[in-house]
Nanobody
Framework: QVHLTESGGGLVQAGGSLRLSCAAS????????MGWFRQTPGKEREFVAS????????YYADSVKGRFTISRDRGLNSVYLRMNSLQPEDTAVYYC???????????WGQGTQVTVSS
């Protein structure tokens, strides 16, 4: 059973940077992908970025392209999200997710709050 633990959220001023981390426990991760999503109150959870675990291909939401970078450390079963040039509209709870089968993302972390002040 894969369990995800996020860290790295916090408060930052507009234009600043943060790095989120997500560690997968429960054995070596051999799933399809890991990714990041975010959610603000009253809105649906939205996709931010993902990475194919085997090949390393990356995908980004248009709103974060050029500012956010997803990376991984396979030896540590971890995925990271480097967020630069943060804006107030990036404020959200960020969730790490893992796709362990073809059905889609089926394992979720507890979320970490990112707040960007103007």
């Amino acid at each position: 059973q894969v369990h995800l633990t996020e860290s790295g959220g916090g408060l930052v001023q507009a234009g600043g940077s943060l790095r989120l981390s997500c560690a997968a426990s429960g054995g070596a991760f051999n799933g399809y992908a890991m990714g990041w999503f975010r959610q603000t109150p009253g809105k649906e959870r939205e996709f931010v970025a993902s990475m194919r675990w085997a090949g390393g291909s990356t995908y980004y939401a248009d709103s974060v392209k050029g500012r956010f970078t997803i990376s991984r450390d396979r030896g540590l079963n971890s995925v990271y999200l480097r967020m630069n040039s943060l804006q107030p509209e990036d404020t959200a709870v960020y969730y790490c997710a893992a796709q362990t089968n073809r059905e889609g993302y089926n394992v979720w972390g507890q979320g970490t709050q990112v707040t960007v002040s103007s």
